[in-house]
């Protein structure tokens, strides 16, 4: 930075500052209340009054308003029934009732059934989300006795 550019700024900034002085000290004086607006002391204290008032009433209001939705949602929520559907099973050794739940495929005990397959379920989820993909079967000419990986064009050109 220049130094006639810095004083060109600098001197702008005095001018600036010397013509909002008067606003700034006015707008001071209106907050520490040593001015009031076209009100006496009394006046400027019910303003107050009034605005809390009235907040307190606005907020009232909103507690009022967030106790009936509370209250709607839960009268609506006692009338759903439980959807999560469970399928009872009797273990043929055991003679022991497990109650498997058809969404988590738990028990009652936290146990997975016998026959449960965790990585082949998430593959399944994956594919129904649509975050997989099948893999695809070759298409194509290819001779059952040669793998895939080798050169079988050359093999055939001997």
């Given amino acids: 930075m220049t130094a006639r550019c810095k004083k060109r700024r600098n001197k702008n900034n005095a001018i ?7 606003k700034e000290v006015k707008k001071l ?13 009394g006046n400027l204290m019910d303003k107050l009054k009034e605005i809390t008032e009235q907040k ?3 907020q009232e209001l909103e507690l009022l308003k967030k106790e009936a939705l509370e209250e709607l949602i839960k009268e609506e929520t006692k009338e759903i029934v439980n959807h999560e559907k469970y399928v009872t099973v009797v273990h043929p050794k055991t003679n022991v009732e497990h ?3 058809t969404k988590t495929k738990r028990d009652q005990f936290g146990q997975y059934p016998v026959w449960y397959n965790a ?6 989820q994956l594919l129904r989300e649509g975050k997989a993909t ?5 298409r194509g000419k290819r001779m059952h006795f040669i793998d895939r990986t080798c050169n079988w064009k050359a ?3 001997k």
Avoid: C, S
């Avoid at 600036?16 to 008067?22: D, I, Q």
């Avoid at 099948?134 to 070759?138: G, I, P, S």
């Fill in 56 to 58: 307190k009433k606005e």
């Fill in 155 to 157: 093999l055939l050109g």
């Fill in 119 to 124: 990585r082949k379920a998430r593959k399944k």
């Fill in 99 to 101: 109650k498997y739940n």
């Fill in 29 to 41: 004086k209106k907050m520490l209340g040593f001015i009031e607006e076209d009100a006496t002391e």
């Fill in 134 to 138: 099948k893999r695809k079967q070759f």
């Fill in 16 to 22: 600036r500052r010397a013509k909002n002085k008067v």
